[in-house]
């Protein structure tokens, strides 16, 4: 997630790593679906989102909270 937003600027090399181990660590499927839509599910709104939207939605999803209970 981009650091304008309190992301790390990590990208997609370093989620599917990210992934990968948690995967391997004995969780497997059942860890990874835990988190996997944490990671990927705002791509689209990183990549094509408005402004508007990129300041409603990653916030939130970078800090843990749930923004419709904030």
């Known amino acids: ?3 304008a937003y309190a ?6 090399a370093e989620a599917v790593t990210m992934m990968q181990a948690i995967a391997e660590s004995g969780g497997g499927f059942s ?3 835990s988190i996997h839509m944490n990671i990927f599910g705002l791509a689209p709104v990183v990549e094509f989102g408005t402004e508007e939207q ?3 939605y990653l916030p939130p999803l970078i800090e843990g909270r749930d923004k419709e209970n904030d």
């Open 1 to 3: 997630m981009p650091a």
């Open 7 to 12: 992301g790390s600027e990590l990208g997609l």
């Open 54 to 56: 990129k300041r409603r």
């Open 31 to 33: 860890a990874t679906s």
